[in-house]
């Protein structure tokens, strides 16, 4: 059964750089057939999508975070990651990584979410 | 950007059915899912491709999708089944959430 963790900083400071961890436990991240996706929650937006990565390390991202995304994945660690840059109270949230279907792209499998707070 | 709105809430008495509309620019042209949220939990999806079950969701979860408004009907609605339901879509490579409706089973 596959599960996805979510690892990384609760709290941030602001201007700084908020780092995450996907762990991908029970299958390969190593495969064609999925794209591995970064989700965020807030109160005051609901669910926003932030961007997704393929096995080959193609990415996409949303255009509202502009160029303060990066997504990266290691498949020897059979992991994936977040970096959001410049990062203020606005990017406080749940973040969710998700599992998503090459074909029809849904997000079938997702992992618990982790909190994270930015404030000085 | 592209936007996708929900009703705020629902009502539904136990047994009846319930159903949660999600509308967006000729989104009967994309393929819609629906997540189930329940307080303090990630997002299950239990509608996909406009109508189309994942294996372990019950079989009163149904949905459609045509023109502006993709619609999940919950039927003979019980109260596990009270939670935020979100629809999802894809426009121009970037998915897209609703705003999120909650559903009380009164």
């Known amino acids: 059964q596959l599960q996805l963790q979510e690892s990384g900083p609760g709290l941030v400071n602001p201007s700084e750089t908020l780092s995450l961890i996907c762990t991908v436990s029970?299958?390969?991240?190593?495969?064609?057939?999925?794209?591995w996706d970064w989700i965020r929650q807030t109160p005051g937006k609901g669910l926003e999508w932030i961007g997704s990565i393929y096995y080959s390390g193609s990415t996409h991202h949303n255009p509202s975070l502009k160029s303060r995304v990066t997504i990266s994945v290691d498949t020897s660690k059979n992991q994936f990651s977040l970096k959001l840059s410049s990062v203020t109270a606005t990017d406080t949230a749940v973040y969710y990584c998700a599992r998503r279907q090459q074909y029809y792209y849904y997000m079938d499998v997702w992992g618990k979410g982790t909190t994270v707070t930015v404030s000085s | 950007s592209y936007e996708l709105t929900q009703p705020p809430s629902v009502s539904v008495s136990p047994g009846q059915t319930a159903s949660i509309t999600c509308s967006g620019d000729?989104?009967?042209?994309?393929?819609a899912c629906w997540y189930q949220q329940k307080p303090g939990q990630s997002p299950v999806l239990v509608i996909y491709?406009?109508?189309k079950r994942p294996s372990g969701i019950p079989e009163r979860f149904s949905g459609s999708n045509s023109g502006n408004t993709a619609t999940l009907t919950i039927s003979g609605t019980q109260a596990m089944d009270e939670a935020d339901y979100y629809c999802?879509?894809?426009?121009?490579?970037?998915?897209?959430f609703g705003n999120g409706t909650k559903v009380t089973v009164l």
């Open positions: 491709q406009d109508d």
């Open positions: 029970g299958g390969s991240i190593n495969s064609s057939s999925y794209y």
């Open positions: 000729k989104l009967g042209d994309k393929y």
């Open positions: 999802q879509a894809w426009d121009r490579s970037t998915a897209v």
